[in-house]
């Protein structure tokens, strides 16, 4: 689907949404609609068109797309220009949308000083990022393809004695070397007892023998995201540890197999807590089973207790059950999949049964 595509369902999106004009101004969304990944855009939307806005610094770049939409120089501060400028950019426009989980109070306030009415708009553009289209599901299939190199390597180079921070760097190395854009996330590297931390931040510790180390990684490329996380065994685990990668284990292979379109996200995180809950580990798994990856490494549908989104064929989502003993260690084992009518395809190949890395 082209960018004019997008504009023209989004726009088509406004009246329903009680909006006659709408401020686009999350940076991700701004990609997703125009492809424009500068640091200073905006777009006012309408049914039947939109005006790009942006600084000297991104004009040049910019003219790429007036192939689709108006492009125009504004001032660095891109929402008074907007509001400046409305009745021009949405002739007839009176009811002017924004989005509330992006715009600050005091960049709200200059819509309030230009004598808008700003009206606080949700998820109109985030819902139309759930279905992935063919070219998108190509970008994440080629950011996924990287990540198993990863693993091969870090396993390969040992683990034992090394740093929590050095095989965390390691990581980001090996997806530069791979062609990676940069990291989705911040690589975690937990080991003994801070794998009872679902993000905990790497440290300049020691990674002993006869424990569980956590690596949760993933990389951006072609702007688009992946995510995958592997525990891996330093030897001969003590019985706790080794009982919690097994029911982990089987939790995730329960939902890999039992998730597929049809159902919400709700449901797709019970077939997976259930499996931990009856093991009489509830407490020991609290967040939730997966989320949607795409331009944005956290994005919608939600697969947790709340998850209202009924899955469709096409949607990106991870798997990613953990057990979490405090002051022992943990395990989390995830996979990014494609889903499907028929279930998920999954697109992180490394393998999940328990590896012994020293």
Not at 138 to 143: E, F
């Amino acid at each position: 689907m082209s960018f004019a595509d997008r504009l023209a369902r989004l726009g088509a999106s406004l009246d329903p949404a009680g909006v006659d004009a709408m401020l686009v101004t999350d940076p991700v969304n701004l990609r997703y609609l125009c492809g424009y990944d500068g640091s200073n855009g905006l777009l006012v939307v309408r049914p039947g068109g939109a005006v790009f806005l942006t600084d000297f610094r991104y004009l040049e770049g910019a003219r790429a797309m007036e192939d689709f939409l108006d492009v125009r120089q504004a001032t660095v501060d891109l929402v008074k220009a907007a509001a400046a400028g409305i009745g021009e950019f949405a002739p007839g426009a009176e009811r002017i949308g924004f989005e509330s989980a992006n715009m600050t109070v005091a960049r709200h306030g200059l819509l309030d000083e230009a004598g808008i009415q700003g009206i606080p708009v949700t998820d109109l553009c985030e819902n139309l990022r759930l279905i992935k289209e063919d070219d998108e599901l190509d970008a994440i299939r080629r950011s996924a393809a990287l990540i198993k190199p990863v693993y091969e390597a870090i396993a390969a180079e040992g683990l034992v004695g090394r740093t929590e921070r050095d095989v965390a760097w390691r990581v980001r190395e090996l997806f530069h070397q791979g062609g990676a854009e940069g990291l989705s996330f911040d690589t975690i590297v937990a080991s003994g007892d801070a794998g009872a931390q679902p993000h905990a931040t790497p440290r300049d510790v020691e990674i002993v023998p006869n424990t569980l180390v956590t690596i949760d990684l993933g990389c951006i490329l072609g702007g688009y995201c992946s995510d995958c996380t592997r525990t891996f065994a330093t030897g001969d685990l003590p019985d706790e540890l080794a009982e919690a990668y097994t029911l982990c284990l089987t939790a995730q292979l329960a939902g890999m197999a039992g998730i597929r379109a049809g159902i919400t996200g709700a449901e797709a995180d019970a077939i997976v807590r259930g499996v931990i809950e009856a093991a009489g580990h509830g407490d020991h798994f609290q967040h939730g089973t997966g989320h949607g990856v795409g331009l944005d490494i956290h994005e919608g549908p939600r697969l947790g207790k709340t998850g209202t989104a009924t899955l469709q064929p096409g949607m990106i989502v991870t798997v990613e059950p953990g057990v979490y003993l405090p002051g022992v260690g943990g395990v989390r084992i995830e996979d990014l999949a494609i889903v499907t009518a028929g279930g998920l395809h999954r697109l992180t190949g490394y393998p999940k049964e328990l590896i012994v890395c020293g």
